[in-house]
């Protein structure tokens, strides 16, 4: 029997919204990797570890470890079965032998101790309930002297491409969706520092990296895409159809200045942060 202790996302992230990403698991990586590189060369995945990958989604940056571990290993955990199911299927269909995926809750989960040489994370350890409890379990599937590396989010920017592109929509939004909240429990850099020094990390550094956010190839498809994601459903159920036609138009509007020949590109900021298990 699995142990789960985040019940309200192990709920959200095997509804809808977990679904829905899993559908779209192409668009949801093409969104988030303007990050990757930096991620992964902060983990310094070497030709024979064994890499971790938290909350790996659908098993972008699983597959991308297994790259670089081409005589190691990486192993993909989530909460979410479409998630993992869509992770596997698509790294059956790349033909990767060296990553794995596993379904469960990374605060909990029973890891083998010191067996990792590396655990990084696309964001998906924001949304422990209890962050200091999750980074200690991690830091035990750790070997002595193993790298963490995880992206989180920046607060957002009122001056960023994000906010005046969907600031339409923001003013909307009221509340996080069900798999949203948490977000942004790792926003706060001192914040990180004292989660990952309470769970016996050392060496805690925490950086800003821009990168570009891709969110489709051209305004159109970025509206749909954009209008579809579970946290902006969530909140305009109830919305006469009117006003989010509206605020479709202006989007839309908002986004053709960024259309080019890469596609639909915002710039987006994150934290990049590495520890290290003494």
């Known amino acids: 029997m699995q142990l789960i202790a985040n019940t ?3 709920e959200a992230w095997n509804g809808h919204e977990g679904a829905h990403w899993a559908e779209h698991a192409d668009s949801f990586d093409l969104l988030n990797s303007g990050f ?8 310094a995945i070497g030709t024979h570890d064994r890499a971790l990958d938290i909350g790996c989604g659908t098993g972008q940056i699983t597959r991308l470890a297994a790259g670089r571990a ?6 993909g955990i989530d909460i ?11 790294t059956a269909a790349e033909g990767i032998a060296n990553a794995e995926f596993e379904q469960g809750d990374a605060q ?7 067996h990792y040489d590396r655990a990084v994370s696309r964001g998906g350890v924001m949304f422990f309930a209890d962050p200091v409890a999750a980074f200690a379990n991690i830091g035990r599937a750790l070997r002595p002297g193993g790298r963490l590396a995880f992206i989180s989010p920046q607060p ?6 994000s906010a005046r592109v969907f600031a339409p929509v923001n003013a909307l939004l009221k509340q996080p969706s069900p798999a949203q909240r948490g977000m ?13 020094t309470a769970a016996g990390f050392t060496e805690v550094a925490v950086e800003p990296v821009q990168g570009p956010v891709h969110w489709g190839r051209t305004a159109d498809e970025a509206v749909d895409f954009y209008f579809a994601m579970g946290p902006v459903r969530f ?3 109830e919305v006469p159809q009117g006003i989010v036609q509206e605020a479709r138009d202006r989007v839309r509007a908002a986004l053709l200045p960024y259309e080019s020949p890469e596609g639909v590109l915002l710039r987006g900021a994150v934290w990049l942060v590495t520890a290290v298990r003494p």
Not at 36 to 43: S, T, V, W
Not at 80 to 90: H, I, K, L, Y
Not at 109 to 114: E, I, K, L
Not at 156 to 161: A, F, K, T
């Open 184 to 196: 942004m429990s790792l926003s706060d850099p001192a914040r990180v520092q004292e989660v990952l």
């Open 80 to 90: 979410s079965t479409p998630m993992v199911e869509r992770a596997r299927a698509a």
């Open 235 to 237: 909140n305009l159920e």
């Open 70 to 75: 081409a005589s190691g290993q990486a192993v």
């Open 156 to 161: 957002p920017s009122p001056d960023g491409d």
């Open 36 to 43: 990757n590189d930096a991620l992964l060369e902060a983990a």
């Open 8 to 10: 309200q996302q192990s």
């Open 108 to 114: 909990v989960h029973s890891f083998p101790v010191g």
